[in-house]
């Protein structure tokens, strides 16, 4: 969740970034920075689910998804790149990711005989990841709406930590007597 909130700022402060990180001649990029980040929330959150892969000896699984995910993204690249341009790479690199997550998870399920994540807690997380990426796509030059949302997460988080929701996390947060 925290990786997702970190991702969803990046989002919301993107064009500000790509302006500030980079000059005028990165400013077309800007629409493939919000999947690219999305990317790199499935490639990070996929440590996860491979840590039971590799707890357990089950590393093949690993080289398996790997050129599965490899092979994926190249020919959705040959197939969206020609049509769509470099913009198409940033999404057929989320779709890799995505899948390359699933599959994990799926094997992990299968090693260890349950979900290691709460299907509940992992699908509004993705869903609110969409819905502000959505955002930050739409709403990209108009940085009112933008940081407004990002005002909105980190109260959101807030409120979270406050009432202990992420004790599911392992987070107490908010609980227990304070001195």
């Not at 020919?75 to 769509?84: D, L, V």
């Not at 699933?102 to 299968?110: E, G, L, P, S, V």
């Not at 699908?123 to 990002?150: E, F, H, K, P």
Request: with cysteine; net charge positive.
């Amino acid at each position: 969740m925290l990786l997702a909130v970190v991702c969803s700022g990046a989002m919301l402060i993107a064009p500000e970034l790509v302006r500030i990180l980079g000059s005028q001649k990165y400013v077309d990029a800007i629409p493939a920075v919000t999947p690219i980040l999305g990317a790199g929330f499935f490639a990070m959150a996929y440590n996860i689910p491979s840590t039971v892969e590799y707890y357990y000896g089950k590393t093949s699984f690993i080289a398996i998804g790997t050129v599965f995910a490899a092979v994926l993204n190249i020919a959705m690249n040959a197939i969206f790149i020609p049509q769509y341009g470099y913009l198409a790479a940033a999404y057929t690199t989320l779709g890799s990711y995505l899948v390359y997550f699933i599959f994990h998870c799926m094997i992990a399920h299968r090693i260890i005989g349950q979900n290691i994540f709460s299907i509940k807690v992992l699908m509004a997380t993705v869903a609110g990841l969409s819905v502000i990426g959505a955002i930050s796509l739409y709403y990209q030059n108009d940085y009112i709406v933008r940081y407004s949302c990002a005002a909105a997460v980190v109260g959101g988080v807030l409120v979270w930590l406050k009432k202990g929701v992420l004790a599911d996390f392992g987070f107490n947060v908010g609980k227990g007597k304070r001195s």
